[in-house]
């Protein structure tokens, strides 16, 4: 495009020349949208050095109808440069071939044996493909046969499913006392927040942590808007840079580290003073995770290795990156053993020691992915929301109490199911619920309106 006599006779610079830009680039898309008729259906965008797919973000907002587009022989390196033009809002719906043979991010996984890998996860990217790399897509299809000339009768119409057969359920806490659980994860995340130092002393001799930076806006997300969103304006401000590069060694994203034994070995980091150094090179955050419930989902069950047993914990939930304010989603995972009498962690006041230690940070989707109850299968209208969830404290401890009711009562699986429903939706702890039940006669929803009617009257120590 430097050479392109149009452009220079208006003097317009095109991306991948120095001194281009994104908005000079979506200037020349929309003059060609402007002057050629029909609409625009092929583009080359070969060898114009191209380093960032952020350049060509416009294309298809002038171009909606491009079907064909070569950026062969660019500088595109990272997946998320093919972000910008893939998905469904203002994306290209409608391309049917494209060629990245000479970019980096091509070529990188072709040497490292990786063609499979890579045609696949252009295709997931751009699902009408038909052509990538001037070689044809192989898509299945089947034949349905016909057992008859004459075509059947249409049925009535099936109404479309909306949602998943199986609602989502809560927080998972089974097989541990809950306290255990909420006295770690309140500690960790407050001294995580605060005081990363700190925490050296709950990490095991051999402890292991990495972590991981997932660049890509979820496609729900990306439907919602939450990362250009007036509601959440320091989305925006926020750099990925101090995630894929800090914490002493960088991401450790192993499906884009490209088989670098450097890089893998260099971003485990093993031992309590490697993994508090590379907590202290992070980010620094806020978990508000007395806040808001519904933000964060905890499951924890043990888990036999050999002869002994550790306990599995994980986490879902959001953090606010600071300075700037913005939110990111996280998940992180723990394995835990009880810590040793004498052990710098028992000194500390920990009930457990960290085996292992390993949190993903994503861009934000928000936390209706686990929400419980009806699970939408794509983006819509949101679900009538449901009553208001306990505390994740709350839960925790409904966890500990069912789990003794359990023990002591051994009501039938009906039964049980009824005790943690009204529970959950009342915060009353199991006594009161099951005088509760016992006198509306175990009707979930009578249960419910006789907790309201007498909710005033009820001491503070019949809840949660």
């Not at 093919?82 to 990188?108: M, Q, T, V, W």
């Not at 130092?197 to 979820?218: K, Q």
């Not at 994980?314 to 992180?332: K, M, Y």
């Amino acid at each position: 495009m430097a050479e392109d006599e149009l452009l220079k006779q208006h003097n317009l610079t095109p991306p991948g020349v120095p001194g281009g830009s994104a908005k000079e680039a979506a200037v020349i898309f929309k003059f060609a949208s402007q002057i050629c008729k029909p609409e625009v259906q092929t583009v080359s965008l070969a060898h114009n050095n191209l380093r960032s797919g952020h350049l060509i973000s416009t294309l298809a907002h002038y171009l909606p109808k491009l079907a064909n587009l070569s950026l062969e022989g660019n500088n595109f390196r990272v997946w998320r440069d093919l972000d910008y033009i893939s998905g469904r809002k203002e994306k290209l719906e409608h391309l049917r071939e494209l060629i990245l043979i000479g970019n980096p991010l091509r070529e990188n996984e072709i040497a490292n044996g990786k063609l499979n890998q890579y045609r696949s996860s252009v295709i997931r990217k751009f699902p009408q493909l038909e052509m990538l790399d001037q070689e044809p897509i192989t898509k299945i299809s089947f034949d349905n046969p016909s057992t008859s000339a004459v075509p059947a009768p249409a049925g009535p119409s099936k109404p479309t499913a909306t949602t998943f057969p199986y609602e989502m359920g809560p927080s998972l806490i089974t097989g541990v006392d809950g306290i255990i659980v909420s006295n770690f994860l309140t500690r960790f995340f407050s001294f995580f927040d605060t005081n990363r130092p700190a925490l050296a002393s709950v990490y095991h001799p051999g402890a292991t942590f990495s972590f991981s930076a997932n660049t890509s806006i979820p496609p729900r997300a990306r439907i919602q808007g939450f990362h250009h969103s007036k509601e959440m304006p320091n989305q925006t401000k926020l750099e990925w840079s101090p995630w894929l590069n800090g914490g002493n060694g960088g991401s450790r994203n192993l499906s884009r580290m490209g088989g670098a034994v450097a890089k893998t070995l260099k971003s485990l980091h093993v031992g309590a003073e490697d993994a508090v150094k590379a907590l202290i090179d992070l980010p620094q955050t806020v978990h508000d995770v007395t806040g808001a419930p519904e933000k964060f989902c905890v499951d924890a069950w043990p888990v036999g290795q050999g002869e002994s047993t550790t306990l599995f914990v994980n986490v879902h939930g959001q953090l606010t990156e600071q300075p700037v304010g913005g939110i990111r989603s996280f998940d992180r995972s723990f394995v835990l053993a009880p810590s040793p009498a004498g052990s710098p962690a028992k000194a500390a006041g920990w009930d457990v020691v960290i085996l292992s230690d390993q949190l993903l940070v994503r861009a934000y989707s928000s936390h209706e992915a686990w929400k419980p109850g009806p699970m939408r299968v794509q983006a819509g209208d949101p679900i009538p929301p449901v009553e208001e969830l306990a505390p994740i404290v709350r839960l925790i401890l409904l966890a500990v109490y069912e789990r003794q009711w359990l023990t002591h009562v051994m009501q039938p699986e009906p039964q049980r199911t009824m005790v943690v429903q009204v529970s959950q939706k009342t915060g009353l702890n199991v006594t009161y619920t099951l005088d509760c039940l016992q006198n509306a006669g175990w009707n979930v929803d009578a249960a419910i309106a006789k907790f309201k009617e007498f909710k005033v009257q009820l001491p503070r120590d019949a809840f949660l």
